[in-house]
Every structure is written in structure tokens, then in C-alpha cells.
């Protein structure tokens, strides 16, 4: 250990080292002040995978050259070092010296980020802690013993660099190919990291097929070292030709083959994925006149033909609006769940297309379903663009994120409560919108909030489509510049749009549900963002099972982000399932009066208290509670909410059947409970709204109908009539009842 300590301080005098050194140790503590890498995470340790794995082949390369010169009995030699003999043990002190010394180097980075952790946040430094020795230990290793190899076969410094260059090149060869030919949005490199897909999965966790890609890791540099010393001519101090030096051979080949049987086993363990093992994971092929649908085992009969002509439709809808279509089919892959999805492909609540291959990912859903014609916009659009991506980029290789979402957004032109324009406009009203000009430059779409940034971006591209015609967005699909499309800049048209959208009509309540929909910031703006969103789904998990456990979960979130309100709604759940209502009304009586100029979240907090009222027997209370939220003009889906529970409040006999329906619980058992409260209260039109909605859901179309008529027939409030007409209408054409349905 004495000659690898002696060995490492004369390396360090080497002024290269030296800089690369701070460089990692002083970058990477600089780091700490930029939201995310204040914890010593993910985020900062592949921050340090990525600078270890581009510098540390330098001091790996200093590591050999200081070898040889011992080897030959050259100066300049750090004193006390001496000449070793075995080859083994030659090239373990280069390569456990420059390791060491890069080690060294991460420790600044953690300790400021712990340091500053603990100082100037609430955020728990170990939250995710593992990442960080899992992400930069095994890179530096590995950086060091490439280093080291590259030292020992070239006779000059900036040679060695220029091969260990290329391999570093030559990895990211080998991880981008199965990104752009497979299935899969996360990708591992030894050199560099790991990058675990879409940023919108804000759940982050080190499982399994890391372990497994940081043991290969290791073995590679093992045998990296081993194949080192095999080939090491002692005499000159360079790697020549294989010697006969049995012990290293075996071991070399029992390490290679380890390596290798990790690589041939990557899709089982998680570490890549084909689109033939992906196939045969979800088992289910069925085509179509423009799709081949790839659909895992057990996906209902009934469920597959609405989703073919969901497909079919969409493709029609999206043929016309950009006026061509891919000449090739589309494939579609449909996961039975976010964690299917995420195990075999990544991005598990996040639903993506890759354009160049024609393929769209998305979970399953009912019909019909939310996001497909989103997704699929992303493949149809392909045609119009050029180059690898078929998609508009900067430099060859950088997607011009704002213009790729905002077409998809404004092909899909969802209305959900309020049109792409009304959201847009109760934004700038609401001062959230991040300007136009800054997101469609370069990085500006991702440092914005995920759902501002597509629905803002939507809005001005359907704007232009509307109003320029939808020529010209190809021509700036294809070409990726304003001007060039439109013969206008960016900062003329978004004058436009704004003056458009700024004169958009618009009522308070717009403005009140914009604010809730879009109050969360960036994730890059949110303190403790991983952690919180770790805990957030924990609480959510436990809050049956072990509401104690839910409610600590829920109180650590809101000490950690005490101006996002939902976390004190999951507290006070969490306090009424534990049998402390009077607990969580004060909680949210001190919510509610900290909410008074956002009327939207007030009426979540009003619903609350309603419904922990009438569990606890309070009719009064809960009556006054749900007409405040009716007084809040909240979005359609709560107003609806309100006025039944409202209804069912005042009729005893019906009234347990209905809490229960909104509780959670077997969807099987609820819709029993409401037949039987039928059977007391045959006339009631609420319970036939309720089981006529379940029913639809259930994808029970024709049983449905029954008992939405039965309501409309009867006395609703305009909401609900609206709703069970639309629910009705969406029954008839899951029945076949096209007559009806026009």
C-alpha cells in the first residue's frame, strides 16, 4: 500500500493530473449551488460519471508513463518508489494509484453536497445517496485501467489520449445503437453512466439491472488490468504480445467470460433491450391496414378491436391535418402497465415514439385512449423531416424539443374542461407561462415545467397551422427555423400569438383551474425533487395499508415543499383513516385559510372536509362544505362530484351505497352496494347516473345505456345531465349502436 500511496503523489505532480483532478473535485463541489445536484444523488454523481470517465484516462495514462520509468530506471522518479517484478502487481499499483487518486477527487463533490444539504435545506442527504458511489466508483476504476493500458502501448502522452478517446467513442457506439435500433429510452455506459430515460419520471431508484451493469463494469477493468500485465513486456515498460504467463491468461478468461455472460443475458437483466425479445415478452401481434400492434398476453378481445379502430381513426384524423402519412405500417406496442413498461423498455409513466424506427410506446388504457394520438402525430410527422430522427434538430443532433411536442400537442388539439388557447391565456393571465421566445430556444423546452411547456408550445403551433395553414408547419418541421417556414422570426410571430391569445375569452374559473393544473414548477425548481417524489409515491402505497406510515411520509413532504398544498390533503386523509377527524379538519381548516386567493385548490381542500364530515356522521357540516366548493366554481368533474354527494347526503337510504362508490375499495363490491340502494330507491337518478358511469368504464356498454337513460329521464342538474348524455353517447358506440350514436 506504501508504494501505491508513493506512486499516486508522483503522479499528482504531473500538471495535467493535477488540473483534471481539480477539475473533477472542484467542478463537481461547484455543482452543489444548481438545483438537483445539492444532494449527493443521481443527479451529481452522474454528473461525476460523465466528468471521471472523459478525464480519468489521464491519469490512468500518467499512472503507466511513471511505470515505465521505474521499469527502465528512468528519472524522474518520486522518491521511496521501487522497481516491482511481477506484471500483475506492476500494473495493479499504476491502476489502484490512479483510482485512488480519482476517489479522492469525488470526495469534495459529496461532502459539499452533503454539507450543503444539511445546512441549507430540509432535504435528506441519504435520500438517494446510493446512486452516487454506484455511478462514479466503478467508472473511475474502469478509467483508470483503460487509462493505465493506453499509457503502456503508446511511447507518447497525446497518443495514449487519442486511443483512450476512442474508446470512449467506441462505447458510446455501442450504447447509443441499441437507443436508436431497439426498443429501450434508458441507456448504461461503462465509461460514462447510466441515463435512466425521460425526465418526467421523477421516481428514481437504484435496482437490480444497475448492480448487474456496475458488476460488468468491474469485471471489464479487472480484466482490462489482467490483459495489461499479460501483455507487459517488463524490460520496456510497454504493452507488446501475450506472454506465457498461465494464472493471468485463466483468469483473464474466467473474467471475459463473466463479462460476456452478463452482455448475452442483458435483456433478462434489464441492461438493454430487442424488439425480438420484446415481442416475445408481451406475446400478442395483431395488424391492421396501417398498424402491426404489439400487445401483451391477456389483453381483452373487445379491448384489441376498439383499439384498432381507435388507431385507424386517429390515423385518418392525423392524415388530414398534416396532409401526408408514413407509406410504411406504424407499430404500436401496448405494455399492460407502467411497470411493465419501465422493466422492459423505460419511462414507465412517461408514453414516447421514436419516428425514425415508425414505433409508439404507450401503457394500456381505456378507449378511448388519452394519449395515443399525441404519440402516434410523433411517427406521422416523420415523413416531413429528414436526416437519422426524422425529427427537427440542432447541429445533427440536438431535437428541437419545443417544436417536436408542440406539433403533437397541436395535432392532438385535446379539450379537456377548456381548449389549448384557454389554458394558454389563463396562464399569461395567471403570470405562469414561461415565455415563448426562451423555450423554443436551445434547453429553454426542458427548463420549463413539463405541462406549461407542451400545452404553451401546442398553442402557438396550432395557432400558426390555423392561421398560415398547415404547408407551412411542415416546412418548419422540416427545416427547423421560423423564418425560413414563414418568411417571419420568432419574435414576430409569437407577437401574434400573444395578441391572439391575450384576446381569447375567458372566465375566472378558467384562470382558477389553470392555477392547479400548472402550479408546479420545473423539477429542476422544486427542492428535495427526487426525494419528494420518492416519498410521494410511498405515502400514496402505505395510505391503505399503514396510514401511519403514509401520514409521517406526507408531513416530511410538506416540510420539504410547504408551499405545494396536496401534501397536507394526503395528511389529513391519512388522519381521517386513522380515525382522527377532528385532526384533520384542523389541518385543513389551516390549509384552507392559507388558499383564500386560489379558489381551485380551496375547493379541493372543501371536498375534503365535506367527505371527512360525512364519514363522521357530521350532515350539516358536510352539506355546508360541499356547497363551498359549488360556490368555488370548480372544474366540471369536481362540480359533478359535489352536487351527488350532495343529493346522497340527503337521502340516508341511498346515501351509504354512494359515500362508499367515492371511498376506496373493489370496484366489483361499489357497483354491488349501489344496485342494492337501487333496489330501496328504484327512482333514483343519481344511483342510475353512478352505475350507468361504472358500467361504462367497466366496458359494459349495453347495461350502461339502461341506466343513463333512466337518468336523463329523471331531474338533474345541468352538469350531470351534460355528462351522463356524453357517458350515454360513448356507451352507444361501444355497443355498435351507431344509429344512436348519431
Known amino acids: 500500500m506504501r508504494q501505491v500511496l508513493l506512486r499516486a503523489r508522483g ?65 524522474p522518479r518520486p522518491a521511496g518508489t521501487r522497481r516491482l517484478e511481477e506484471p500483475v502487481i506492476v500494473v495493479g499499483s499504476a491502476v489502484t494509484a490512479a483510482f485512488l487518486l480519482l476517489a479522492v477527487a469525488m470526495v469534495p463533490p459529496f461532502i459539499a453536497a452533503l454539507v450543503h444539504s444539511l445546512a441549507s435545506t430540509e432535504c435528506n442527504p441519504l435520500a438517494n445517496v446510493g446512486f452516487f458511489p ?40 455501442l450504447t447509443a445503437w441499441p437507443l436508436y435500433f431497439g426498443p429501450q429510452v434508458f441507456a ?72 460476456a455472460a452478463i452482455e448475452e443475458q442483458g435483456p433478462t437483466l434489464g441492461l438493454r433491450m430487442t424488439y425480438g425479445d420484446l415481442e416475445r415478452r408481451l406475446g400478442g401481434v395483431r395488424e391492421t391496414a396501417h398498424f402491426r400492434i404489439v400487445y401483451f398476453r391477456g389483453k381483452p378481445r373487445e379491448s384489441l378491436e376498439r383499439l384498432e379502430r381507435d388507431l385507424e381513426f386517429r390515423h385518418h384524423q392525423l392524415q388530414a391535418f398534416l396532409g401526408g402519412a408514413p407509406d410504411k405500417p406504424i407499430r404500436v406496442y401496448v405494455y ?36 395515443l394520438k399525441h404519440e402516434l402525430l410523433h411517427v406521422m410527422a416523420a415523413p416531413f423531416t429528414p436526416g437519422p430522427f426524422n425529427s427537427p434538430v440542432r447541429f445533427g443532433v440536438a431535437p428541437q424539443m419545443a417544436i417536436i411536442e408542440g406539433l403533437a400537442v397541436a395535432g392532438d388539439n385535446r379539450v379537456e374542461d377548456f381548449t389549448l388557447h384557454q389554458w394558454a391565456a389563463a396562464m399569461r393571465r395567471r403570470k405562469l407561462a414561461p415565455d415563448l421566445r426562451e423555450l423554443f430556444a436551445e434547453g429553454g423546452f426542458y427548463a420549463a415545467p413539463q405541462s406549461r411547456a407542451y400545452t404553451l408550445a401546442g398553442s402557438f403551433l396550432r395557432y400558426l397551422a390555423d392561421t ?53 414548477g420545473s423539477l429542476f425548481a422544486r427542492a428535495c425533487a427526487r426525494e419528494v417524489a420518492a416519498l410521494e409515491h410511498q405515502a ?72 371527512i364530515a ?4 357530521k350532515a350539516e357540516l358536510a352539506v355546508e362544505q360541499f356547497r363551498r366548493v359549488l360556490e368555488l366554481e370548480p372544474a366540471p368533474a369536481q362540480d359533478r362530484t359535489a352536487r351527488v354527494k350532495l343529493a346522497a347526503v340527503s337521502a340516508p337510504q341511498v346515501g351509504g351505497a354512494i359515500r362508499a362508490y367515492f371511498d376506496e375499495g373493489q370496484e366489483d363490491l361499489k357497483l354491488l352496494l349501489l344496485r342494492e340502494a337501487l333496489e330501496r330507491s328504484k327512482d333514483d337518478v343519481h344511483l342510475h347516473y353512478l352505475i350507468g358511469r361504472r358500467l361504462t368504464q367497466t366496458q359494459a356498454p349495453t347495461l350502461a345505456v339502461r341506466h343513463l337513460a333512466r337518468a336523463l329521464d329523471g331531474e338533474l342538474p345541468d352538469a350531470l345531465r351534460k355528462e351522463a348524455l356524453r357517458l350515454k353517447v360513448q356507451a352507444e358506440y361501444l355497443a355498435g349502436d351507431c344509429q344512436a350514436v348519431r
Open 134 to 173: 454506484l455511478l462514479t466508483l466503478p467508472s473511475a476504476f474502469l478509467s483508470a485501467a483503460a487509462g493505465v493500458l493506453a499509457g503502456f502501448i503508446a511511447r507518447r502522452g497525446w497518443i495514449a489520449g487519442i486511443l483512450y478517446a476512442l474508446w470512449v467513442l467506441a462505447t458510446l457506439a
Open 188 to 259: 448504461f455506459n461503462h465509461f460514462l453512466g447510466y441515463f435512466p430515460g425521460p425526465l418526467y419520471d421523477e421516481v428514481l431508484q437504484a435496482g437490480p439491472p444497475l448492480y448487474w451493469f456496475r458488476l460488468q463494469t468491474l469485471l471489464l477493468a479487472c480484466a482490462l488490468w489482467l490483459f495489461t500485465a499479460f501483455c507487459l513486456d517488463l524490460r520496456e515498460g510497454r504493452v507488446r504480445r501475450p506472454h506465457f504467463r498461465p494464472a493471468s491468461g485463466v483468469l483473464l478468461a474466467v473474467l471475459v467470460l463473466c463479462a
Open 614 to 617: 360525512w364519514r363522521a356522521g
Open 336 to 371: 399492460r402497465s407502467a411497470a411493465e413498461k419501465h422493466a422492459l423498455v423505460g419511462a414507465g409513466g412517461t408514453q414516447f415514439a421514436k419516428p425514425w424506427q415508425l414505433a409508439v410506446h404507450v401503457n394500456d388504457a381505456p378507449f378511448p385512449h388519452p394519449v
Open 468 to 520: 398560415y395553414g398547415t404547408e407551412k408547419l411542415r416546412a418548419l418541421y422540416f427545416a427547423g427555423d421560423f423564418a425560413t417556414a414563414y418568411g417571419k422570426s420568432l419574435e414576430e410571430l409569437v407577437g401574434e400569438w400573444e395578441k391572439f391569445v391575450d384576446g381569447t375569452p375567458l372566465d375566472a374559473r378558467a384562470e382558477m383551474q389553470a392555477y392547479q393544473r400548472f402550479r408546479r
Open 540 to 611: 400514496s402505497e402505505f395510505l391503505r395499508s399503514d396510514p401511519e406510515r403514509a401520514l409521517a411520509l406526507y408531513q416530511r413532504c410538506a416540510r420539504l415543499q410547504p408551499e405545494e398544498p396536496s401534501f397536507r390533503l394526503g395528511e389529513a386523509v391519512a388522519l381521517a383513516k386513522l380515525d382522527r377527524s377532528a385532526d384533520a379538519d384542523d389541518v385543513l381548516a389551516r390549509l384552507a385559510a392559507s388558499l383564500q386567493d386560489k379558489p381551485s385548490l380551496e375547493a379541493d381542500v372543501a371536498m375534503a372536509r365535506g367527505d
Open 11 to 75: 503522479i499528482l505532480r504531473r500538471p495535467w493530473v493535477t488540473l483534471a483532478l481539480l477539475a473533477l473535485g472542484g467542478g463537481g463541489a461547484a455543482l452543489v449551488l444548481v438545483p438537483l445536484f445539492g444532494v449527493p444523488g443521481y443527479e451529481l454523481g452522474e454528473a461525476l460519471a460523465l466528468g471521471v470517465g472523459i478525464l480519468g484516462g489521464g491519469v490512468g495514462i500518467a499512472a503507466a508513463f511513471q511505470e515505465r520509468r521505474l521499469l527502465q530506471g528512468r528519472d
